[in-house]
């Protein structure tokens, strides 16, 4: 079934020169297993993640100021790391420079652990919160212990994805983009699995210890509103929580380009499904994630099982693994790339991954339905 969707491609990017006097930022290349070209819609030849190193003039040695001034300096002249991270989707940053910058005490503002998620959860490809009203546009990682086997970050492209999902499983994508998606994600006051959050957390942050039922209700719904969603996010109390429902679109926009993009954690979703089902190690945590957020079309009608798996097979066949090296930085632009994380072997403490997330631009809405609107939270 043909889809009216448009296919814009998108002009190859210039390339620039990306140095300061004082620093430069090289692109290298990484094993063939930890970097991919993509396909289109990008243009011919781009690599993903784009890795980047410093260096230096006559290899004199790198301080922070001159990091941060470089880093400002190349975003004055026409945001040309943003405009990079657009193209590629994803950039990583390798070698000295990257200790200098985070490498600080670890819980500075806005940096948190990437996921507590016990090690043998499989945390397949998702666009950072697809499934709720509002995302971040980027979303940083920082690898501080790597171990030796699995804990990989997976790199794919939503724009490469919807474009597969468009040949292989049109009608998934003629659904999603007329439908939209329905998403049903359940608060408790107590944490459903390791490493999710609770009511409290979630929308809990104007709550004082004295709150009787009332006055934290209240609290939470006001926080919930701060969305801005009307009719199309609403909620129900239950004895132990409460359970939002969006209806939010699944194809989006790519500011600049105009591309479709599928932005989705359909894929996870689907595998958590599967995880749970088949009684795996990790099936505890997979089946309290896959409880926490029901995916349906936004009619409420379900989304076939089949449709789910083509998602995720198109998504092995476009994703690289990110092997992290100790003080490497992966840098997202959540409207194009998708991130997700291995199980791996050892110990939990083996592998410490510290995650930033940054608000932009939300991904807007590849439709001017009044349920695809999507907007920047209100202050509160
Ligand atoms: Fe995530």
Redesign the pocket.
């Known amino acids: 079934m043909a889809t009216t969707l448009e296919q814009t491609p998108i002009r190859p990017f210039e390339s620039e020169k990306i140095a300061f006097p004082l620093l430069s930022f090289e692109q290298f290349d990484l094993p063939s297993s930890n970097q991919r070209i993509l396909g289109p819609p990008h243009p011919e030849g781009t690599v993903t993640p784009l890795a980047l190193r410093p260096s230096t003039p006559n290899d004199a040695a790198l301080d922070l100021d001159t990091v941060i001034e470089t880093v400002r300096y190349l975003q004055a002249q026409g945001d040309i790391l943003t405009k990079k991270l657009a193209v590629h989707g994803t950039l990583l940053f390798r070698d000295e420079i990257i200790g200098i910058v985070v490498d600080r005490p670890l819980l500075a503002p806005n940096v948190a652990p990437a996921n507590e998620s016990p090690k043998e959860v499989l945390?397949y490809n998702?666009n950072?919160s697809p499934q709720v009203p509002h995302a971040p546009e980027y979303v940083f990682f920082y690898g501080h212990k790597a171990p030796e086997k699995g804990g990989e970050t997976p790199i794919s492209s939503s724009l490469e994805l919807f474009r597969r999902a468009q040949q292989e499983v049109p009608e998934l994508v003629d659904e999603l983009a007329k439908k939209g998606i329905l998403s049903k994600v359940t608060y408790k006051t107590e944490r459903q699995y390791a490493g999710g959050s609770t009511l409290r957390q979630a929308f809990g942050k104007a709550i004082e210890d004295g709150d009787d039922e009332a006055a934290r209700r209240a609290k939470v719904e006001a926080q919930i509103a701060r969305y801005a969603r009307g009719p199309h996010t609403t909620w129900e109390w239950t004895s132990d929580g409460i359970v939002l429902t969006h209806r939010l679109p699944a194809v989006r926009t790519q500011p600049g380009t105009g591309l479709p993009t599928l932005f989705t954690g359909l894929a996870a979703y689907y595998k958590n499904t599967r995880a749970s089902a088949a009684g795996a190690a990790a099936s505890a945590s997979a089946s309290g994630r896959k409880n926490v957020t029901q995916q349906l079309y936004g009619d409420g009608t379900p989304i076939p099982e089949e449709y789910l798996a083509a998602l995720a097979r198109i998504t092995d066949e476009i994703r690289v693994l990110h092997k992290w090296q100790r003080g490497d930085v992966l840098v997202y632009d959540n409207i194009v790339a998708q991130?997700g994380r291995e199980p791996w072997q050892g110990e939990q403490s083996d592998r410490v991954v510290m995650a930033s997330l940054f608000d932009g631009q939300v991904p807007g809405a590849y439709s001017s339905e009044d349920w695809a609107q999507v907007v920047q939270a209100l202050d509160g």
Request: hydrophobic residues 25%; negative net charge.
């Open positions: 945390i998702h950072e991130h």
